[in-house]
């Protein structure tokens, strides 16, 4: 989960270089853990609406009539009680943007890695062209 004003600009096609992550990702913020419960989460996702969503993955919203419908994670309905990880970044954790406020965690752990060096060092692991999908995590019925 990372919030809009942390991607400070797009990528155009062609070679990337570090200058250009920099430019994307041009704060210290770390990656954190946070362990939180299914009706946590959800209380998360119903923080956003058809009109305003913060960047995320491995989820898959339904909104009908302007609101939340339905949550999945890795393709599953979310469980109130079950627990889940959710990756962000300490400046979101910690309050920033008004995300994560509100939101109950059973535990947070820092990881000390920048997200611009896990972006970096994503891409020099890649062996394929780096492409974007349009994936319908966001389905507005």
Known sequence: LLNIGGIRTSMKQGDITIGNIFEISPFDNTLVVIALK????KKVFNKFSPKYSEPFSNAKVVYKNGKLHSLLVNGLPVIDDQTYRLVTLDFIQTG???ILTGIE???????GLL?????ID??????????????????IE
Not at 115 to 119: G, N, Q, S, T, Y
Request: proline share 5%; aromatic share 2%.
């Open 38 to 41: 299914g009706s946590e989460l």
């Open 96 to 98: 920033g943007d008004n």
């Open 105 to 111: 965690f059973e535990s947070v752990s820092p990881t």
């Open 115 to 119: 997200e611009r060096d896990v972006i």
């Open 122 to 139: 994503d891409i020099k692991k890649s062996k394929e062209p780096i492409t974007s999908d349009l994936d319908d995590r966001v389905i």
